[in-house]
């Protein structure tokens, strides 16, 4: 099995930083893409910020205040937030597109979720 570990989130102050951070461990060859996504209440679960095959692709409302961070040596992924908003404040998951053996396809795993309050 592979399991994704989250770290980080809480409650913050608009205009404050938070980072977040995930580690990958278990059945695993090789990572395809890891990054995060969020959900607020009431709304579906959007990308944050991924990074694959050497790059990453960050949704419009974050780029210029988060930044990801992935270290694939070690399996983790980091996501940096600064000039948080009240606006994202969402459950934040990380997630993995992980091949378990050489040749199959990659498969997506999900952490638990982690709860980023941004509030005065």
């Known amino acids: 099995q592979v399991r994704l570990v989250e770290s980080g989130g809480g409650l913050v102050q608009p205009g404050g930083s938070l980072r977040l951070s995930c580690a990958a461990s278990g059945s695993i060859f090789s990572i395809n893409a890891m990054g995060w996504y969020r959900q607020a209440p009431g709304k579906e679960r959007e990308l944050v910020a991924l990074?694959?095959?050497?790059?990453?692709n960050y949704a419009d409302s974050v780029k210029g205040r988060f930044t990801l961070s992935r270290d694939n040596a070690k399996s983790t992924v980091d996501l940096q937030m600064n000039s948080l908003k009240p606006e994202d404040t969402a459950v934040y998951y990380c997630?993995?597109?992980?091949?378990?053996?050489?040749?199959?396809?990659?498969?997506?795993?999900w952490g638990k979720g982690t709860l980023v309050t941004v509030s005065s």
């Open positions: 990074a694959s095959g050497g790059s990453t």
């Open positions: 997630n993995a597109n992980v091949v378990r053996w050489p040749g199959l396809a990659g498969m997506d795993y």
